[in-house]
C-alpha cells in the first residue's frame, strides 16, 4: 500500500474478547452459501426485469423498473464482499464476481482493492481513508444527489475513461501502489468496452432497454443504497482507534439483509473483515455485549445521521457518540 508521509502510523485497534476456536468457526469458508446467494439475485434481476420488459409501454413499468434498480444496487455488497475474499471458498470465484460487480459498480478492481485496504487499515481517519463518504464540514448538496448516484457515479465514470487512456486519476496515486497502474488501466479498459457496448446496443437497437437493464438502474435504484452505506460510518467519530465509535450497525429486515450480504453487521465486519458474509449474522449474536446496539431500522438510522450531517455543516467537531460496552483500554 502506498502509505504518504503524513499517514498515521497504525495503532492496535480495539478488538473484543472471542476464543481462537470460535474464531477459527467464523472463518470457515464454502462456496454453497454464495452460489446461492447470486443465484437468488441473479433470479430476482431476471424475473423483476422480464416483468418491466412486458409492461414497458405501461405506466406499471416505472415501479417495476425501481424495484429491479433497486435489486441491482445490490451489486454493491457483492463486489464489495467479493473483494474480501469472503464470498466463496474458490478464489477464481471471487475473482469473477468482483470484476462482474465492479463493472456494475463502475469500479475496476485494482483501485478499490487499493481504496478499501486503506480503509480498513484507517477506517474514518481524516486525510487518510479514501473511503470518507461525507466530509467535514459536510457539503448538503453533495449528500443529496449521492441519493441516487449523482455525484460520485459521474465521478466514478470520469476515472473509468482515465484509467483507461492510461491517467491516473489525482484520487486513485494516493492509494494505488505504482506497480498496479498497467492492472488498473487494463481492468478499467476491460470495463469501459462493456459500458461502451452496452450503450452502442442502444444507439444501435435505438431503444432505452439496453441501459434501463444495466448501467442506469445504479443511478435510479440507489436511494436505498445510499440511505443503507449512509449509516455505516457517517456522522460519527473520526480519528479513534474504536471501530464501535466509528462504524455502525442497523437492524433491517430480511430482504434488505439478503440485498445487501449482511452488511448490517458493519462494526463486526470491521471488527473481523475475513469473516464470512454468511457468519456476520451469527457473529453479531456473539458479540452483542461487546459493541453498540444496533440502529433499529434504516428510518431510526437516518433520523440520527440526516439531523448530525446538518449540525456539522456549522460545527464539524460534533458527532454520534456511539454507547460502547466499555471502553478501549
Request: glycine share 6%.
Amino acid at each position: 500500500m502506498v502509505v504518504p508521509e503524513n499517514v498515521l502510523k497504525i495503532e492496535e485497534w480495539y478488538s473484543p474478547s472471542i476464543t481462537k476456536a470460535e474464531m477459527k468457526q467464523f472463518l470457515k469458508r464454502d462456496n454453497w452459501h454464495g452460489a446461492l446467494n447470486f443465484a437468488l439475485w441473479f433470479g430476482l434481476l431476471i424475473g423483476v426485469g422480464y416483468l418491466g420488459y412486458l409492461l414497458i409501454d405501461t405506466l406499471w413499468a416505472i415501479p417495476v423498473f425501481f424495484l429491479y434498480g433497486v435489486i441491482y444496487a445490490g451489486s454493491n455488497g457483492r463486489h464489495h464482499e467479493c473483494s474480501h475474499g469472503t464470498v466463496f471458498k474458490t478464489p477464481w470465484l471471487n475473482d469473477f464476481f468482483y470484476f462482474f460487480c465492479g463493472v456494475m459498480e463502475i469500479r475496476d478492481i485494482i483501485d478499490f482493492r487499493w481504496s478499501h485496504t486503506r480503509h480498513h487499515s484507517y477506517t474514518i481517519w481524516r486525510g487518510v481513508d479514501p473511503e470518507i463518504l461525507v466530509m467535514r464540514p459536510p457539503n448538503f448538496r453533495h449528500f443529496l444527489l449521492d441519493f441516487f448516484y449523482l455525484r460520485s457515479g459521474p465521478r466514478a465514470l470520469v476515472n473509468m475513461v482515465l484509467h483507461s487512456l492510461g491517467i491516473v486519476s489525482a484520487h486513485s496515486k494516493n492509494y494505488v501502489e505504482p506497480e498496479d497502474y498497467q492492472k488498473m488501466f487494463w481492468w478499467s479498459r476491460a470495463n469501459l468496452v462493456i459500458w461502451l457496448s452496452v450503450i452502442g446496443a442502444s444507439v444501435y437497437f435505438q431503444t432505452w432497454l439496453p441501459l434501463l437493464y444495466f448501467g442506469l438502474p445504479r443511478f435510479y435504484g440507489g436511494f436505498f443504497l445510499w440511505c443503507f452505506v449512509l449509516l455505516q460510518h457517517v456522522g460519527l467519530s473520526e480519528n479513534v482507534w474504536d471501530h464501535r465509535k466509528n462504524t455502525s450497525s442497523v437492524d433491517v429486515n430480511p430482504f434488505l439483509s439478503f440485498l445487501f450480504m449482511h452488511m448490517e453487521n458493519h462494526v463486526e465486519h470491521h471488527l473481523f473483515p475475513l469473516v464470512p458474509y454468511h457468519q456476520l449474522p451469527k457473529l453479531h449474536k456473539k458479540l452483542k455485549d461487546q459493541v453498540p446496539v444496533p440502529y433499529k431500522s434504516l428510518w431510526h438510522g437516518l433520523s440520527k445521521v440526516v439531523p448530525m450531517v446538518l449540525a456539522q455543516r456549522k460545527n464539524p467537531d460534533l458527532f454520534i457518540d456511539r454507547s460502547v460496552p466499555f471502553e478501549a483500554d
